[in-house]
């Protein structure tokens, strides 16, 4: 389409100023882009600079001085920190963080904001503070407690804006964004009590939020029955080649269990593959639940239980979450319900 810029003109002096969706179509680029210009972004080249200034003048497009220093207050930027602590050598291999990071970074593309990958130096709650005041960004978005929970409340009152996916609890002080884990373990316990399984093993390292509530509500349905008994089987960290030595290790010191809840579905995936080698075999020997519902689940041999969490709206939630923290509000945390979709395990 041909943008007859002296009509577009013309008809400004009789509907009103020109605004910055009529510089952005008539210089070629994006509404974000003008802006960037606009505020003297370095992210935008010379040559597109230059243009879209050209057309700004040309037009008499008139900055509204207020309106700026209110974005200039900004940097339009929001860190996202995921828990490499959590991962042998800080490499993360479990699809559901980033099926996660994929909902968040569609949230906020749909804000024009920017995506900041986990910024180095974030291990402590100061790390987290002086990327703020430093500007770097205008807030966190922080993908999975792991083991920092007591950093993160502490954070939580240096007055930065922050929100968090991982486990609920009403006296953290920073919003959170998670789902039932407590019911999710509670739902593979009732799916183990309804096959008649005794001996059950849990797979996880219950130093983290999210897994010990999975436990929990494990422990929550055996605690209704007395003949059922549970081992904890720790990890040493969330890769599958730890869980599957883990997983080795306990069938060679001559462990038989007929149910085995895992904290993902990675996990479960090692679980099956260690046991396989010592011809112990699901579901003729054992029940299997995993958890996160990873579209591999569903394709695996045989096709994995898991517990499902509704990441298709958790980016979405935790952006706006975090957008009314940053414009001083104080946002309540969300628990999100969990179902069981039952497989062949």
Known sequence: MTIDAPALARSKKVTGAITMDDIARLAGVSKPTVSRVLNGSTLVSAKTRERVLAVAGE?????NRNAQKLRQARTNTVAVVLDFGSHRHGAIGDPFIFELLAGVSEALSMRDVDLLLSPSGLDSAAGFVELYRSRGTDGFIVLGQGKRDGMLRDLSRKDVPLVVWGAVHEDAGYCAVGSDNFAGGLLAGERFLAQRRTRWLFVGNVDHDEIRLRYDGLRAAAATTPEVEIVLLPTGSMTFAATYQCATDHMRAGARPDAVFTF?????????????????????????????NIPPAAHFNPSITTIVQETGVAGAILVEKLMQKIDGGRPKSVMLPTTIVIRET
């Open 59 to 63: 037009h008499g497009y008139a900055v």
């Open 264 to 292: 993902s579905d990675t996990a479960a995936m090692a679980v099956i593959s260690a046991f396989r080698k010592h011809d112990h075999l699901s579901p003729r020997d054992y029940s299997l639940v995993g958890y996160n």
